[in-house]
Nanobody, 120 residues
Framework: QVQLVESGGGLVQPGGSLTLSCAAS????????MGWYRQAPGKQRDLVAT???????YYGDSVKGRFTLSRDSAKNTVYLQMNNLKPEDTAVYYC??????????????WGQGTQVTVSS
């Protein structure tokens, strides 16, 4: 069984910063990619950023230059540093994991979500 523990959400003023973290634990042999999606009320869930096993990263267009995704491979943890936050960044942020265990490989494994609200 695999668990994703997310933390770091909250309320921040426009222009401020937050760091989200997501730690994966359990029966994990390897991680293919891990990252964050977000979903605002009434909108679809969109990719924010993801990091691949190679270490390369991919960012959604709306966050490029403002958000940075990093990882601690030894801890199976990713960190999303969010700078210059805007009201339109307000959403529930979900950690997403694609991994392999000794029982097989699994994609689209989701965390419970953490709320980020950008407001003055």
């Amino acid at each position: 069984q695999v668990q994703l523990v997310e933390s770091g959400g909250g309320l921040v003023q426009p222009g401020g910063s937050l760091t989200l973290s997501c730690a994966a634990s359990g029966n994990i042999f390897s991680i293919n990619f891990m990252g964050w999606y977000r979903q605002a009320p009434g909108k679809q869930r969109d990719l924010v950023a993801t990091i691949y096993s190679s270490g390369s990263t991919y960012y959604g267009d709306s966050v490029k230059g403002r958000f940075t995704l990093s990882r601690d491979s030894a801890k199976n943890t990713v960190y999303l540093q969010m700078n210059n936050l805007k009201p339109e960044d307000t959403a529930v942020y979900y950690c997403n994991l694609d991994y392999c265990s000794d029982r097989g490989c699994y994609d689209d494994y989701w965390g419970q979500g953490t709320q980020v609200t950008v407001s003055s």
